[in-house]
């Protein structure tokens, strides 16, 4: 999940799409897969995470997947809003590191009215 | 509950000057974080504090950042002197161990400080 540099890859959705953000993790010892939305001027929201000894887990409009055997990991958003459009992280917390938070690279999300 | 909160929002200086960043933690949180996000990539983990013990800071520049939090509760990040790649924003976030067997709970994150050297 390293950073692409200046070049975020971005995903155009038309509004009332599902959206799905991929990200590839590198790390197997994390405890937790977690994804964040940052909005232009503000820092990261946390959206929603899952343990890694879990492959599935849906909140409201979103689904976040795991799969270990590929270290992928991804975000499902329902029915995409004009409110979605922002930036998405992948992150990893490890607590035998202490709680380290590591983030991935991130997508930019446009949705199109 | 008050947010995570951070001063200043914006910061111009010339290189080689020194600046300071301060953050404020939602009370009770006893983890702290100071990421750097330089334009168009994910933050990067400055330093992470526990209480007013560092558990991380192996990504501090320590020629030139400096990081303290005396009282397990605000903290404050330093740049001695700035280069122009110090351009960045920095985030400072929080949150709360349930317990030592236990993983945190989420961060939560300040506005941040933009940064820019010229």
């Known amino acids: 999940g390293e950073s692409v540099g200046l070049h975020l890859p971005t995903l155009s959705v038309q509004e009332g799409d599902n959206s799905i953000i991929n990200c590839a993790y590198s790390n197997s010892a994390s405890d937790y897969f977690i994804w964040y939305k940052q909005e232009s001027g503000k820092g990261p929201q946390f959206i929603i995470d899952i343990r890694s000894n879990m492959d599935k887990r849906q909140g409201q409009r979103v689904t976040v997947l795991l799969n270990k055997t590929v270290k992928h990991l991804s975000l499902q958003i329902a029915a995409t809003q004009p409110g979605d459009s922002a930036v998405y992280f992948c992150a990893e917390r490890k607590r035998a590191a202490g709680n380290k938070l590591t983030f991935g690279g991130g997508t930019r999300v446009l949705v199109k009215p | 509950e008050a947010g995570v909160a951070q001063s200043p929002r914006y910061k111009i200086i010339e290189k080689r000057q020194s600046v300071a960043f301060w953050c404020n933690p939602i009370?009770?949180?006893?983890?702290l974080y100071w990421y750097q996000q330089i334009l168009g990539q994910g933050p990067k983990l400055l330093i992470q504090?526990?209480?007013?013990?560092?558990?991380?800071d192996s990504q501090l520049p320590k020629d030139r950042f400096s990081a303290e939090r005396l009282k397990g509760v605000d903290s404050t990040l330093k740049i001695q002197p700035a280069k122009l790649e110090d351009s960045a924003v920095y985030l400072c976030?929080?949150?709360?161990?349930?317990?030592?067997?236990?993983?945190?709970?989420?961060?939560?994150f300040g506005q941040g400080t933009r940064l820019t050297v010229v």
């Open positions: 009370s009770g949180h006893a983890t």
């Open positions: 504090f526990q209480n007013n013990g560092v558990v991380d």
């Open positions: 976030a929080s949150s709360f161990p349930k317990g030592p067997m236990v993983p945190n709970t989420e961060a939560f």
